[in-house]
T-cell receptor, first 112, second 113 residues
């Protein structure tokens, strides 16, 4: 049984560009959350998707947007990239009302 | 608003010695508490969680944690560590049925031979 799958694993972008990160949740999970983990820091909550709707959002600007598809997979989009957006982006999935979040291995984004 | 403090950024310990990683939280409502481990170049793996009930929680890999409401703490312990326990450990709190977590800054545990 595959866990949470994220793609790509690594990505290098230039300032001002746009990026899309992808996440496939663990089988049976319907809720997807995204986190940003800067180097040497704990993960910070970006937003959560359930039933294709953004259910909750952390303190991130509108440049960060997302989407959830009918098969529960999700995308994270970041526009107008800044150097400070360089981080490990983690996707976590769970079954509704279940506290057993499963994290993916992340996408390492480097903005140059 | 919630916050999590991990008092030690780095903890070196010799193999087979006991270890305690400290975590304190701040919240105005009831909380759910978690410990995650992150190995190099990997995502987060859940070690254990406290939702309710017994304040002593046992997790995977021989770890346990104790919830202390009066001290707002949730310290992680292991009686005898192994080299393979070398990793980053994150304490996290949630008050909203796990809809989002607030993570601490992490503690790097280094187990020395």
């Amino acid at each position: 049984d595959a866990g949470v799958t994220q793609s790509p694993t690594h990505l290098i972008k230039t300032r001002g560009q746009q990026v899309t990160l992808r996440c496939s949740p663990k089988s049976g999970h319907d809720t997807v959350s995204w986190y940003q983990q800067a180097l040497g820091q704990g993960p910070q909550f970006i937003f959560q998707y359930y039933e294709e709707e953004e259910r909750q959002r952390g303190n991130f600007p509108d440049r960060f947007s997302g989407h959830q598809f009918p098969n529960y997979s999700s995308e994270l989009n970041v526009n107008a990239l800044l150097l400070g957006d360089s981080a490990l982006y983690l996707c976590a999935s769970s079954w509704t009302a279940n506290y057993g979040y499963t994290f993916g291995s992340g996408t390492r984004l480097t903005v140059v | 608003a919630q916050s999590v403090t991990q008092l030690d950024s780095q903890v070196p310990v010799f193999e087979e010695a006991p270890v305690e990683l400290r975590c304190n939280y701040s919240s105005s409502v009831s909380v759910y508490l978690f410990w995650y481990v992150q190995y190099p170049n990997q995502g987060l793996q859940l070690l254990l969680k406290y939702l309710s009930g017994s304040t002593l929680v046992k997790g995977i890999n021989g770890f346990e944690a104790e919830f202390n409401k009066s001290q707002t703490s949730f310290h992680l312990r292991k009686p005898s560590v192994h080299i393979s326990d070398t990793a980053e450990y994150f304490c996290a709190v949630s008050d909203n049925y796990g809809q989002n977590f607030v993570f601490g800054p992490g503690t790097r545990l280094s187990v020395l031979p």
